[in-house]
């Protein structure tokens, strides 16, 4: 299992030398005191304001911690289990990681393989690398770094699984750094998801609209659906859900504040999972 990263500014491979990450060119990357590294270049944006900011990452942490999205990735971390078994020490990019619940969850199911955790939000790679850190026992197969899926700092034909739960796509990055038969593996909402928090805010509660994927590169193997009721027992669990939603920015005060009143919430929970493999 030899996987570098590759150089964001010249594309040759990094390697680790001290406390950074250097190419041949001489472009260097730190490694923070949490383990992750930095592969964002300032290039057009700003990468501190990239991505889920500061407030996002802890509400999305406090709402997963609670649990209640395990089995989701208990699924997509067995599923990924499966279809490797064949492989001796398998590569696995979660692509879009956000604040690192699932990428741990993967890496603790997947023992034999290496999981890469890559997000545009430094603040939610920070977490990612806490969350690995503190883990018990300590996770060794796990790397994260500050990166876009659309520009994944990985050679071509690395990986074994890509997975991209609720987070953006990328048909060519993703189609690149597969293997061919590699598996994408996409995550996203069922209609009914969340619902029964949509009732309480919204007089006309709409269901979510399908995802729709134009991914060319790749076949539709499968299809799963996993569904479920979710039961949340006091305010401060229903305001740690509410906050890490994108309802979170758009509803009216009114309705937040007839939030604020529940003590529980029942709700479903509904996910797609689609597994597709490499053209
Ligand atoms: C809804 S969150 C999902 C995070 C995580 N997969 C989860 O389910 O908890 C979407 C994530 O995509 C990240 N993101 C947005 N644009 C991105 C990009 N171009 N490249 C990589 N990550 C991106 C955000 O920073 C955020 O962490
Ligand atoms: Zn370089």
Redesign the pocket.
Known sequence: MNVNYLCPVCGQKLKISEHSYKCRDGHSFDISKKGYVNLLTTKGRNPVK???NKE??RA?SAF?DLGL?KPLAQKIGQLSNSLTREIKEPVII??????G??SCIYSELNERALIFG????KH?IDHAASRARSHTPPLQNIRFAA????SLPFREGCADIVI?????V?NDEYARVLKKGGYLII?SPTARHLFGLKSVLYDKPYENEPNVYSLNKFSLEDTLTLEYEGELNSNVEIMALFT?TPYYYKTPAEAVDRLKTYDSLKTEIGFEIRIYKKL
């Open positions: 990239s991505g889920d996002m990452i999305r997963l999205y979660d692509s879009g990681c956000g604040e619940y699932y890559i997000d545009i939000s939610g990166a876009s899926a659309f991209s739960c609720f987070a953006p990328s995550a890490m």
